[in-house]
C-alpha cells in the first residue's frame, strides 16, 4: 500500500516541478513516524527534507512559535493544534492549510530496572507521584497539562512544586534514562524511542488530555506546492503504519 501511494506521489509530481528542499519545523510529538516516513517522501518525490526540531510552545529558544518569531525559514510546520491555530493568527501558517494529522496520549516511564509503578488507575498515578522522589516532565503540551491542571487536580500541586521539574530542550525520557529523575511524563510516542527507559504505560484516561498534532504550510514558504504534497502524504492514509508504531492514533479521513 505505502508502495503504490508512492509511485502515485511520484506520477503527480513530475520532474517538471523540479525537486525542492523543504525546511520542516517539526515537535516531539510526530517526530518518531515522520522520521520514518520522510525518507520514502524524498525518494519518491526527489524533494529533499531539512529537518528543524522544537517544542510547540513554552519559553525555549528552540520553541517553534520562537524561532518563527526570530524569523527563521521554514515551509512546513507540525505541532500541537493549538499551538499552529496560535501561528497562523498570527500570520507565520498559511490560512487554511492546517491538516489534522494525529492524536497523542501522555505517557510515564522510569529508568530501565528501576522499581515500577501501576499507573493504569487515578490511585495507582496519585500513589507514584507521591512515592516518586523526583518527577520530570515536559515544557511543551504535555508539561502545560501536567502542571497547569492534572497535579492539583489529584490534590498534589504543592508536593510536585518542590520535586518536579519542567525539562526544557531535550526528551524527558532522556533525563530520565541518566537516572536525573525517578518519573518522567511526555507524550507516548516521545517516550518510546528512548532507550534506558522502562514504559509504564499512558496515564488513565478519565485524566488523559489528547492533544492532536497539525501540520501547515508556512507563511513565507517558497514551495508551498511541494509543502502540500508532504502534508497529504503524512496525512494519507499509508502513513497509518508508521503512526501507530509511534504509539500515536492516526486520524482518519
Known amino acids: 500500500m505505502l508502495r503504490r501511494a508512492l509511485l502515485l506521489l511520484a506520477l503527480l509530481l513530475p520532474a517538471a516541478a523540479g525537486a525542492a528542499e523543504l525546511v520542516v519545523m517539526t515537535s516531539g510529538g510526530f517526530n518518531a513516524p515522520y522520521q520514518a516516513l520522510a525518507p520514502a517522501f524524498e525518494r519518491a518525490t526527489g524533494h ?12 525555549a529558544p528552540d520553541a517553534i512559535p520562537n524561532r518563527l518569531g526570530r524569523g527563521e525559514a521554514a515551509d512546513v510546520v507540525i505541532l500541537a493544534r ?49 512515592e516518586a522522589p523526583s518527577v520530570a516532565y515536559s515544557a511543551s503540551a504535555s508539561g502545560e497539562y501536567l502542571s497547569r491542571e492534572l497535579f492539583a487536580r489529584l490534590g498534589l500541586a ?10 526544557y530542550s531535550e526528551r524527558v525520557g532522556s533525563v530520565v534514562a541518566r537516572g536525573e529523575a525517578a518519573l518522567g511524563f511526555q507524550q507516548v510516542s516521545e517516550l518510546l524511542p528512548i532507550a534506558g527507559l522502562d514504559f509504564l504505560g499512558p496515564i488513565p484516561e478519565p485524566l488523559q488530555r489528547v ?5 501547515g504550510i508556512a507563511a ?19 502513513a497509518h503504519a508508521a503512526i ?10
Open 48 to 59: 529533499r527534507l531539512v529537518t528543524v526540531q522544537g517544542a510547540s510552545m513554552g519559553a
Open 82 to 130: 493549538e499551538a499552529l491555530d496560535a501561528l497562523a493568527a498570527a500570520g507565520h501558517v498559511r490560512p487554511g492549510s492546517r491538516t489534522d494529522l494525529v492524536e497523542s496520549r501522555i505517557g510515564a516511564a522510569v529508568r530501565a530496572g528501576a522499581p515500577r509503578w501501576d499507573i493504569a488507575t487515578e490511585e495507582g498515578l496519585r500513589r507514584a507521584l507521591e
Open 158 to 167: 504543592e508536593l510536585m512544586a518542590s520535586k518536579a521539574r519542567r525539562i
Open 211 to 215: 492533544t492532536t498534532f497539525s501540520a
Open 220 to 238: 513565507r514558504s517558497t514551495e508551498p506546492e511541494a509543502a502540500a504534497a508532504l502534508l497529504a502524504f503524512l496525512a494519507g492514509p499509508e
Open 244 to 253: 501507530r508504531a509511534a504509539g500515536l492514533d492516526p486520524i482518519d479521513r
